[in-house]
Each structure stands twice: as C-alpha cells, then as structure tokens.
C-alpha cells in the first residue's frame, strides 16, 4: 500500500509561481513512476506531467511545458512540481499519483494505482 499527500498549493495571482510537493509513505517509493494531475470544476481530471523512477524520463502535456518541471527526490520519499508562469486556467485541484512501473507512464489514469487526495490550485487574473 502506497499513501500520498499532496501540499504547496494556493492561492497566487497570475504570472506567480507556486511549487507543489507529493510526498509518499512506504519503502517503495523508488520502484513507482509519479504523475500529476489536475481537475477543474465541470471537467475530467487530466494529465499534466510525469516522472520515471529515475527521474531521467519526464513527460508533459503541451500547455505547461516550458512553465511546470517535475522532479523527484527519493531519498525523500518525494516528487515535486514547480509551476511557474501561472494562469487562470491552470486553475484546478492537482493530485499526484504512483504508476506501478518505473519507466515513465503515459497519461491514462487506469495506468495508476494509488492518488493523493488533492491539493486546490488557484490562479487570480
């Protein structure tokens, strides 16, 4: 079993940055590729960005890459996202999730098996 909480998010006006942290319970972390993502009200959740075991694959859904970077840290149990140049519509509650596989995984979310329960993200215009 792999428990994850999510933490940094808030309130921020567009333009700012925020950097939000996912922290894992268990040994295990290392095996796990993580992913971020978000949902918005009214919508699906959806991918944003994910990480290999390694941290040396990473991918990205196009609207972020250049502004978010995802990193991870697993002597510290733990993967990051630094947002930076933040708009309105990056607006949404984000939730980190451990894919069962350290290559890097895709966007589906049946490809992973354990989420956070979410941290709210909002971007002031």
């Known amino acids: 079993q792999v428990q994850l909480v999510e933490s940094g998010g808030g309130l921020v006006q567009a333009g700012g940055s925020l950097r939000l942290s996912c922290t894992t319970s268990g040994r295990t972390f290392s095996r796990y590729a993580m992913g971020w993502f978000r949902q918005a009200p009214g919508k699906e959740r959806e991918f944003v960005v994910a990480?290999?075991?390694?941290?040396?694959?990473?991918s990205y859904e196009d609207s972020v890459k250049g502004r978010f970077t995802i990193s991870r840290d697993n002597a510290k149990n733990t993967v990051y996202l630094q947002m930076n140049s933040l708009k309105p519509e990056d607006s949404a509650v984000y939730y980190c999730?451990?894919?069962?596989?350290?290559?890097?995984?895709?966007?589906?979310?049946?490809?992973?098996?354990?989420w956070g329960q979410g941290t709210q993200v909002t971007v002031s215009s």
């Open positions: 999730a451990a894919c069962p596989t350290g290559r890097l995984c895709g966007p589906r979310l049946n490809e992973y098996d354990y």
């Open positions: 990480i290999s075991w390694s941290g040396g694959s990473t």
